[in-house]
T-cell receptor, first 113, second 112 residues
């Protein structure tokens, strides 16, 4: 099973450029999440989705947009990248059963110069 | 709003020492609690989880955690650490609103 797959794995952007990170899961999970990981700050929730066609803001949503047009995909967009968005981005998915945990992708290392 | 505090930012231990990592959360309702581990260069993997029932939860690789509701704590323990336990450890909390909020993480370094 592929689980949660993120593309790309690495990317360097210039300030002001835009890009989209793709997250795909094959576990038929309802919930999907985007986090950023920065040294000393843990994982901070950017946006999340509780089902196809829904999105909600997390702890640090500014500068990002998301879309969940298909249940298996959750896209994270940066319209105008800034150096402060240099980070490692993790996508996760989770089922809606009683005892469920989140499954994570391998991460995307993004550098904005 | 939910929040999670991990007070130990970096812990250094010798092999065979006992480990306890602190985790406190703030949320008044029913919560689900998790500990995840991130080995160098890898993604997060689940160590253990608590949803209900016995407050002492056993996970993989000899880890366990105790949920103390009155203290809003979910501390991670291991009786005897190994060099291979070198990693970053994250506590997380999820409420019925489906968000999962993580703490800032504790880096564990094990001296051979």
């Amino acid at each position: 099973n592929a689980g949660v797959t993120q593309t790309p794995k690495f990317r360097v952007l210039k300030t002001g450029q835009s890009m989209t990170l793709l997250c795909a899961q094959d576990m038929n999970h309802e919930y999907m999440y985007w986090y950023r990981q920065d040294p000393g700050m843990g994982l901070r929730l950017i946006h999340y989705s509780v089902g196809e066609g829904t999105t909600a803001k997390g702890e640090v949503p500014d500068g990002y947009n998301v879309s969940r047009l298909k249940k298996q995909n959750f896209l994270l967009g940066l319209e105008s990248a800034a150096p402060s968005q240099t980070s490692v981005y993790f996508c996760a998915s989770r089922g809606t059963g009683v005892v469920t945990e989140a499954f994570f992708g391998q991460g995307t290392r993004l550098t904005v110069v | 709003a939910q929040s999670v505090s991990q007070h130990n930012h970096h812990v250094i231990l010798s092999e065979a020492a006992s480990l306890e990592l602190g985790c406190n959360y703030s949320y008044g309702g029913t919560v689900n609690l998790f500990w995840y581990v991130q080995y160098p260069g890898q993604h997060l993997q689940l160590l253990l989880k608590y949803f209900s029932g016995d407050p002492l939860v056993k996970g993989i690789k000899g880890f366990e955690a105790e949920f103390i509701k009155s203290k809003f704590s979910f501390n991670l323990r291991k009786p005897s650490v190994q060099w291979s336990d070198t990693a970053e450890y994250f506590c997380a909390v999820s409420s019925s609103a489906s968000k999962i909020i993580f703490g800032s993480g504790t880096r564990l370094s094990i001296r051979p």
